[in-house]
Each structure stands twice: as C-alpha cells, then as structure tokens.
C-alpha cells in the first residue's frame, strides 16, 4: 500500500460554482453553492479535485470555502446527516461527493 492512502482523509468545503455550458445540474441559474467532500492528502489535493469534478459536471468552481477535515468540522460544528452519509461512501472510484447544490437565479 502507498504511504500517501495511509495519510488520505475526507476533506469538506463550500464551493460557489458557475456553468460553463448550457445543459448542467443547475439548470438556467446563474451558478449554485454547494457542500463538497471530498478524500485527500492535503487541502491544496482536495481543491484540484474539486475543481476536475466540477468540471466534468460542466461547471467551473469560482470559490472554495471553509475548507478543513471533516473530522474536525463534525467535531465542532453540527453537520447534516446527509453529509455524513455522503463522507462514508467516499472511496478510490469515488473520491468527490456533492450535498444538496442550492441555486442562485
């Protein structure tokens, strides 16, 4: 096994995110705010694969916000069931999971 898995956990941050083409998931809006998690090594590692999964959704991440191990967030700050959820189903194939994306017209 690599060194880098044994050191990889679930990173969580607020993305704000735009389309870049017409047919996304957030429909017509202008973009979304969104809750992501994601596994990582690092913060700078979470980022770059954020940013890849947005774009391969079609859209283009504008900010990620109060990025931290999910760890820590769940050990000061109430998360939603539907995070945690989304955290444990992280794996190899899946490395990026999205929670409820909320739009801005």
Not at 80 to 103: C, M, Y
Request: glycine content about 6%; charged content about 30%; proline content about 2%.
């Amino acid at each position: 096994m690599k060194s880098n898995s044994l050191k990889r956990c679930v990173w969580i941050g607020l993305a704000k995110v735009e389309p870049i083409r017409k047919r996304t998931v957030v429909g017509k809006c202008r973009g979304a705010f969104v809750n992501v998690l994601g596994l990582a090594i690092s913060s700078t590692q979470f980022r770059i694969r954020v940013k890849q999964a947005f774009n391969e959704l079609g859209l283009r991440l504008r900010r990620l916000e109060d990025t931290e191990k999910f760890d820590r967030r769940i050990r000061h700050n109430a998360v939603a069931d539907e995070l945690k959820v989304i955290a444990r189903a992280l794996t190899e194939s899946r490395q990026v999971g999205f929670g409820k994306f909320h739009n801005y017209p």
